[in-house]
């Protein structure tokens, strides 16, 4: 598929996906979300990427939300689709398999932070900004920001974000856990880039089953989550990896990962 919303470029393993609208700061328009599922598609199965570093093009915006011009259309049944449409490629990008870091570079608003949510890790630029505005335009949050957002910072400050509609700066979104790390705007990608080579060097089996772990500490109950993990640690345990880092540590040597 020819993208015109987004461009990939695959580096030493990492997948750089940039969305591609600046002049509508990178909102997210039906093409786009075709162009960014298919891109998720086609990243999971490429055995030639193992970590994404996702961000928005220009130095204004990540995502400044979904594109508020095809919203005026929506009723009921038509609204509801749009909503799941939206969150089936957002639950791609929790569920790839792979480590997604979100470079948030600018406005992350509406599905734009809907969309930093779905990723594992966040960093974010001085100049970024979060917020879940839809009450300011009648709606609520469709993307899954109701969800992963109170998951993610807790209900209380989750309730304030979506119930009045302000944004945070980069700062606070630190503080309250929404991001990981802030950094100035030139260092956002190197820093991002750091960040995804320190998750090359280990184990990929390993990246693999913490991610799938991890996700079922927000899908499950603790003990559901624990018996996902204690299953996981056994299969990760017979892995030639593990053979190698356990190896590797009593030999006082660098672990040689194979990813088998
Ligand atoms: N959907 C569609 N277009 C959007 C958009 C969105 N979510 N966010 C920004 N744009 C467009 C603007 O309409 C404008 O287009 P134009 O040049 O053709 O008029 C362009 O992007 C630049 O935005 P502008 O508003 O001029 O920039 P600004 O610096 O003055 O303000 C924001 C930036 C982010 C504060 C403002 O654009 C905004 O409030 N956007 C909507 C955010 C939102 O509510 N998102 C949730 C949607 S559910």
Do not use: W
């Not at 909102?27 to 996702?54: G, H, M, T, W």
Request: negative net charge; charged residues 20%; contains cysteine.
């Amino acid at each position: 598929m020819d993208y015109t919303t987004l461009f990939i470029t695959i580096k030493e393993r990492i997948a750089f996906v940039t969305i591609n609208r600046p002049d509508k700061l990178n909102a997210l328009n039906a093409q786009c979300k075709n162009e960014l599922k298919d891109v998720f598609i086609s990243i999971k199965s490429n055995p030639e990427i193992d970590v994404v570093i996702l961000t928005g093009a220009g130095e204004k915006a990540f995502v400044a939300g979904t594109d508020i011009t095809e919203l005026l259309s929506l009723d009921a049944e038509s609204g509801k689709e749009f909503a799941s449409g939206g969150q089936s490629i957002f639950d791609l990008i929790q569920h790839l398999g792979k480590p997604v870091i979100a470079a948030v570079n600018g406005y992350a608003l509406g599905g734009g932070c809907e969309l930093a949510l779905a990723c594992h890790i966040r960093i974010a630029s001085e100049n970024a900004k979060f917020g879940q505005p839809e009450v300011n335009l009648g709606v609520i949050p469709g993307y899954g920001g109701t969800q992963r957002l109170s998951r993610l910072v807790g209900v209380g400050k989750a309730a304030e974000l979506i119930l009045t509609g302000n944004p945070i700066d980069a700062q606070e979104a630190l503080r309250i856990g929404l991001v990981n790390k802030v950094v100035p705007l030139a260092e956002l990608i190197p820093t991002c880039e750091a960040m995804a080579k320190s998750i090359l060097s280990k184990g990929q089996l390993a990246v693999r089953m913490s991610l799938k772990a991890i996700n079922a500490s927000l899908e499950t109950s603790l003990n559901e989550g624990l018996q996902v993990e204690a299953g996981l640690f056994g299969e990760a345990c017979s892995t030639g990896d593990a053979k190698e880092g356990i190896g590797a540590f009593m030999e006082k040597r660098k672990p040689n990962f194979q990813g088998k």
